[in-house]
């Protein structure tokens, strides 16, 4: 009962701090497997309105809202490292905020895989330090606008480092740093041939902060929220066998 009152309390703080927005883990320590040990996890996560450059026509004032819906699993190597594979589907949409009307560009949903490689050193009185590397690629349907078709292949990235702190009552509390980035490459026919273009990240470095809960020997729970790169929640289950 404490345990859930806890995560549900840090889920009210998160909601009403970070807005409405999901977003893929960066905590390294949550959801970790035993060495040579899988870890199964089922994820569903949105990124709102996260802001976006357009390098072509140097333009800022872009968002994304990114939606993914997957399945993953964790392989421990070692006690302290264990690499992670997604895939799933997933759909871009890209609007000016200043233009609500604006239909901006909305790709169908598609596919996406996702690889990962985490570590984790014990440090003294519960401590723990974690380091962990995520990659993500997107092949999302086409997008149409004033009659032309966009096509797209995402990807993002980002490398990041916490400290978890082990509690008791199966309890953990992280927090850490991380340098994220994401790229949208697109292009469309036009009069003078194909025309190319993209957008990237306004905003790189970013802080996040979670909980963690054991419930029971297999199974594990987190909730975590960003700020800076992104304003966003995360959330998941994971299962170990």
Same mark, same amino acid.
């Given at each position: 009962?404490?345990?859930?009152? #806890?995560?549900?309390?840090?889920?009210?703080? #998160?909601?009403?701090?970070? +807005?409405?927005?999901?977003?893929? %883990?960066?905590?390294?320590? &949550?959801?970790?497997?035993?060495?040579?040990?899988? *870890?199964?996890?089922? !994820?569903?996560? %949105?990124?709102?309105?996260?802001?976006?450059?357009? /390098?072509?026509?140097?333009?800022?004032?872009?968002?994304?809202?990114?939606?993914?819906?997957?399945?993953?699993? +964790?392989?421990?190597?070692?006690?302290?490292?264990?690499?992670?594979?997604? &895939?799933? !589907?997933?759909?871009?949409?890209? /609007?000016?905020?200043?233009?609500?009307?604006?239909?901006?560009? %909305?790709?169908?949903?598609? +596919?996406?895989?996702?690889? $990962?490689? %985490?570590?984790?050193?014990? #440090?003294?009185?519960?401590? #723990?330090?974690?380091?962990?590397?995520?990659?993500?690629?997107?092949?999302? $349907? &086409?997008? /149409?606008?004033?009659?032309?078709?966009?096509?797209?292949?995402?990807?993002?990235?980002?490398?990041?480092?916490?400290?978890?702190?082990?509690?008791?009552?199966?309890? $953990?509390?992280?927090?850490?740093?991380? /340098?994220?980035?994401?790229?949208?490459?697109?292009?469309?026919? +036009?009069?003078?041939?194909?025309?190319?273009?993209?957008?990237?990240?306004?905003?790189?470095?970013?802080?996040?902060?979670?909980?963690?809960?054991? *419930?029971?020997?297999?199974?594990?729970?987190?909730?975590?929220?960003?700020?800076?790169?992104?304003?966003?929640?995360?959330?998941?289950?994971?299962?170990?066998?």
């Amino acid at each position: 009962m404490r345990k859930c009152f #806890l995560m549900t309390a840090f889920w009210v703080f #998160l909601w009403g701090n970070c +807005s409405v927005s999901f977003a893929a %883990r960066a905590g390294n320590v &949550v959801c970790f497997p035993d060495r040579k040990a899988f *870890l199964a996890k089922c !994820e569903k996560s %949105r990124v709102d309105a996260r802001g976006l450059f357009e /390098y072509d026509d140097q333009a800022y004032g872009i968002v994304v809202d990114l939606d993914q819906q997957c399945a993953g699993i +964790s392989y421990g190597l070692t006690d302290n490292a264990c690499v992670d594979l997604r &895939v799933g !589907e997933a759909k871009v949409d890209i /609007y000016g905020p200043e233009s609500p009307d604006d239909p901006g560009i %909305r790709f169908g949903w598609g +596919s996406f895989w996702g690889i $990962g490689i %985490r570590s984790k050193i014990n #440090l003294d009185r519960g401590f #723990l330090f974690g380091v962990g590397f995520q990659y993500n690629r997107y092949h999302p $349907g &086409v997008a /149409y606008r004033s009659g032309m078709e966009f096509e797209s292949e995402p990807w993002e990235w980002h490398l990041s480092f916490d400290v978890n702190k082990e509690i008791k009552g199966g309890l $953990g509390l992280y927090a850490g740093i991380r /340098y994220s980035d994401i790229k949208i490459p697109y292009s469309h026919p +036009s009069h003078f041939g194909t025309r190319k273009g993209g957008f990237e990240a306004e905003d790189n470095v970013g802080i996040f902060a979670g909980v963690e809960a054991n *419930l029971g020997k297999k199974m594990t729970c987190f909730v975590e929220g960003h700020l800076f790169d992104e304003k966003a929640v995360a959330f998941g289950v994971g299962y170990s066998f």
